[in-house]
C-alpha cells in the first residue's frame, strides 16, 4: 500500500527521540519531512542526516519540521542524534508502521541473500499534512539541499 501525492497521511502512532509520540495531527501547521534512511550510524545515512542537520535553520525558516525515520530503536537513534548533533528528532519504527504505510520496505541484495530493508525515501507534507512529494532511490549527497528548494519552490507558489 502506498499513499498517493495529494491525500493525507491514515491514522499511524509511532516514537521519536525526545519522548515524542507522532500521529497525523502532530504533523499539522508546518511543513513536515520525513527522510526514511535503512540504519543508524552508517556512512551514507550519516551524510543524509548531515546534510539536513547543516541546514536546519534553513528548513526551520521555511516553517518546515524534519524527521528522519528507519526501524532502529530510540536507544540506537539517541546516540545517533547526539553523535552527530542532529538538531531534530528521529522516529523509531521497529514495526514498520510508517514504513508500511508509505512503502519503503524493499527486497533488497546484499552479499548475494535478499532481505526486506529500507530503501531511502522521502516525503513532504504540506501545514494540512497532505502528501505532497516523494522521492524514491534516494541518493543522499545533495538531498537535502534538494528536498529545501521543493519546499521553498511550493511555498512561494
Not at 22 to 46: A, M, N, Q, R, W
Not at 68 to 93: A, C, E, M, Y
Not at 106 to 133: A, C, N, P, W
Amino acid at each position: 500500500m502506498s499513499i498517493e501525492i495529494g491525500t493525507p497521511l491514515p491514522h499511524f502512532s509511532v516514537s521519536a527521540t525526545s519522548g515524542l509520540t507522532i500521529t497525523p495531527e502532530s504533523l499539522t501547521g508546518h511543513y513536515t519531512v520525513l527522510y526514511f534512511y535503512p540504519k543508524d550510524s552508517t556512512p551514507g545515512c550519516t551524510t543524509e542526516g548531515q546534510q539536513f542537520r547543516d541546514l536546519h535553520d534553513e528548513f526551520k525558516q521555511a516553517d518546515t519540521v524534519v524527521f528522519g525515520v528507519s526501524r532502529d530503536g530510540l536507544k540506537s537513534h539517541d546516540n545517533f542524534r547526539t553523535k552527530q548533533d542532529f538538531p531534530f528528532d528521529l522516529i523509531s519504527d521497529k514495526d514498520e508502521t510508517l514504513c508500511r504505510l508509505l512503502d519503503v520496505i524493499k527486497l533488497k541484495k546484499m552479499y548475494g541473500k535478499e532481505h526486506e530493508g529500507i530503501e531511502r525515501s522521502t516525503f513532504v507534507l504540506d501545514d494540512k499534512g497532505v502528501l505532497i512529494q516523494e522521492w524514491r532511490k534516494v541518493k543522499p549527497d545533495g538531498h537535502a539541499a534538494e528536498v529545501l528548494a521543493f519546499i521553498r519552490e511550493h511555498q512561494g507558489s
